[in-house]
């Protein structure tokens, strides 16, 4: 196994990074749905992430029915960001196989080479 690089993210709005060690995770962009939660509350939808690993395959039963899910850990630090969908069983929840959930709880927004944290009303917060 090779060097491992970390991807920097661009974007004209909101960079997602780990809250521990604020490695990127995800832009703005790529948001599918807020409408989501995960363990510790709050969980967004995303098309793409990267600086993630993903562990070992599990079926778990979800609010939405039976999926089987990776937990994803942040390659800066090893913190689960949250999961990846590899399979729903129920044909309305295909949309979300090959795409990623991070949790609210577990992220911090950077712009502008600042890192912050976002509020429930949106506001940001230096760290």
Not at 44 to 59: A, G, M
Not at 69 to 74: A, E, G, L, N, S
Not at 92 to 117: H, M, T
């Amino acid at each position: 196994m090779g060097l491992t690089y970390n991807t920097y993210l661009s974007s004209p709005s909101r960079i997602y990074g780990c809250k521990k060690c604020k490695t990127h995770l995800a832009i703005n962009e790529d948001i599918i749905s807020r409408a989501f939660r995960g363990q510790h509350g709050k969980a967004y939808l995303f098309e793409n992430v990267v600086n993630v690993t993903t562990l070992s395959p599990q079926d778990r039963n979800m609010t939405t029915g039976r999926h089987t899910v990776r937990d994803i850990v942040c390659r800066g630090c090893n913190e689960t960001v949250g999961w990846k969908y590899d399979r729903a069983y129920e044909t309305r929840e295909q949309y979300k196989e090959g795409k990623f959930i991070l949790e609210a709880e577990l992220w911090v927004l950077c712009v502008n080479n600042a890192d912050r944290s976002v509020n429930e009303g949106g506001e940001g917060q230096r760290m």
